[in-house]
């Protein structure tokens, strides 16, 4: 009998016992998914939503099925341009034309004060989102030809995301690569709803047709000099931590601060987007740059003032930009490509407006291509990379030049 009550008040103690660990399990094992989604958020590409044809919303008003339409004839017009100048598929071609639908209505004069973005695809076209418009026409004709030579310079690797990719693949490439959207950005992409219109248009347009993007062994044609920097407004969701914890330094070994922020003397002089950095030694490895966090690459181009750049997302969400580099072989990362602080991406190079070889290190924490002074969402290098040597750091973290200082010296 005695045998039988302890069996019984073990079997009552694990009844009482075991839901309570198993709930305590499940609270910590919510609470870590929490924090590495949020933790992550900001560096992880987001899974497409899972939508088939047809699956929401018939589009039988669209404007695009009306062949009298402007709409129809505008993007009709551009489904023609983009196929026969860039190569893109009738996939790519309907994701172009779906995500100008959301943007503008593809009205060719739209405006947006709020942002200081105008036209199908909503360029920058002032001080807030830098200027990529130009003096571009207000019609469909002079905007898709903008387009075209972005995708063929500046944003050519949105053409390298194209390549290939079906209809909600070819969504994320523009998105990312030529509206500057985030992949976490989910209410701003509209994902599904844009996925739907580009069937309905592909469908509508009779849009049927196989790719050609050919981008070639180079990653831009360095012909084109008619874009300047600038892009659609980056409306990150993720929360910027600007105190630079996961920041190291863009060179190593013995080196010079060679320009200031926001001038190239730190308070004084012509504005400066960034701080620049040349090592002493500018040979061989000596002259390697290096990523100052864990990052994903989201640019690879090249630009005028600029010169061969590329741009890394780190892991808190913000843009770090690395300018000049010889030649765009030296830049050994590949847009998609994931990379760890102190990892060699670049090299010092004085292509574009540079007057020496050197580094020019910008950050922005809402724009993948806005580098230049008084960019809408520019940071403060000195509040960022907590190496800077404190001979160079002034009151209200200004940047001025100096050196020689060691990048390992206060390294941790």
């Known amino acids: 009998m005695d045998g039988l009550l302890k069996k019984w008040m073990i079997w009552k103690i694990l009844g009482v016992v075991l839901p309570i660990l198993m709930g305590l399990l499940m609270c910590i094992m919510v609470i870590m998914a929490i924090v590495s989604n949020s933790a992550s958020s900001c560096f992880s590409e987001n899974t497409p939503p899972s939508v088939q044809e047809g699956s929401k919303g018939s589009n039988q008003n669209a404007p695009w099925r009306d062949q009298n339409s402007d709409v129809y004839k505008g993007m009709k017009y551009a489904a023609t341009k983009l196929h026969s100048d860039t190569g893109m598929s009738a996939d790519n071609v309907a994701a172009a034309l779906a995500v100008g639908w959301r943007e503008s209505r593809f009205d060719p004069t739209a405006y947006n004060p709020g942002g200081d973005v105008i036209g199908i695809w909503q360029w920058g076209k002032g001080i807030i989102n830098g200027n990529r418009y130009g003096d571009t026409e207000p019609t469909v004709e002079a905007q898709v030809a903008l387009a075209i030579r972005e995708l063929k310079s500046t944003h050519i690797a949105t053409l390298s995301g194209l390549k290939g990719a079906d209809i909600m693949n070819s969504i994320i490439a523009w998105d990312t690569h030529f509206e500057g959207l985030p992949p976490s950005d989910s209410a701003q992409r509209k994902s599904e709803e844009v996925y739907q219109n580009a069937v309905d248009i592909k469908k509508a347009l009779g849009l049927d047709f196989e790719g050609k993007i050919d981008i070639g062994n180079s990653m831009?044609?360095?012909?084109?000099?008619?874009?300047?920097?600038?892009?659609?407004?980056?409306?990150?969701?993720?929360?910027?931590?600007?105190?630079?914890?996961?920041?190291?330094?863009?060179?190593?070994?013995?080196?010079?601060?060679?320009?200031?922020?926001?001038?190239?003397?730190?308070?004084?002089?012509?504005?400066?987007?960034?701080?620049?950095?040349?090592?002493?030694?500018?040979?061989?490895?000596?002259?390697?740059?290096?990523?100052?966090?864990?990052?994903?690459?989201?640019?690879?181009?090249?630009?005028?003032?600029?010169?061969?750049?590329?741009?890394?997302?780190?892991?808190?969400?913000?843009?770090?930009?690395?300018?000049?580099?010889?030649?765009?072989?030296?830049?050994?990362?590949?847009v998609g490509d994931r990379v760890k602080i102190g990892q060699h991406i670049s090299?010092?190079?004085?292509?574009?407006?540079?007057?020496?070889?050197?580094?020019?290190?910008?950050?922005?924490?809402?724009?993948?291509?806005?580098?230049?002074?008084?960019?809408?969402?520019?940071?403060?290098?000195?509040?960022?990379?907590?190496?800077?040597?404190?001979?160079?750091?002034?009151?209200?973290?200004?940047?001025?030049?100096?050196?020689?200082?060691?990048?390992?010296?206060?390294?941790?």
């Not at 922005?364 to 160079?392: C, D, M």
Request: proline fraction near 5%; aromatic fraction near 8%.
């Open 220 to 334: 831009v044609d360095k012909g084109d000099t008619s874009n300047n920097l600038g892009a659609a407004e980056d409306a990150m969701s993720c929360k910027n931590n600007l105190n630079g914890t996961t920041s190291g330094l863009p060179v190593a070994g013995k080196y010079n601060v060679t320009g200031g922020y926001p001038n190239y003397q730190g308070a004084g002089g012509s504005g400066h987007g960034g701080v620049d950095f040349q090592t002493v030694d500018l040979k061989g490895d000596a002259a390697n740059v290096y990523s100052v966090s864990d990052g994903v690459v989201v640019v690879k181009s090249f630009h005028p003032i600029s010169g061969n750049f590329v741009v890394v997302k780190n892991v808190d969400g913000v843009y770090a930009y690395y300018g000049h580099a010889p030649t765009q072989e030296t830049i050994v990362v590949e």
């Open 347 to 412: 090299k010092q190079g004085e292509t574009g407006a540079a007057t020496g070889i050197h580094v020019h290190f910008a950050l922005n924490s809402r724009n993948n291509y806005a580098f230049s002074p008084n960019s809408s969402g520019l940071e403060n290098p000195g509040k960022y990379l907590k190496n800077l040597p404190k001979e160079v750091i002034k009151p209200n973290d200004i940047v001025v030049p100096g050196g020689v200082f060691d990048a390992n010296a206060n390294a941790s």
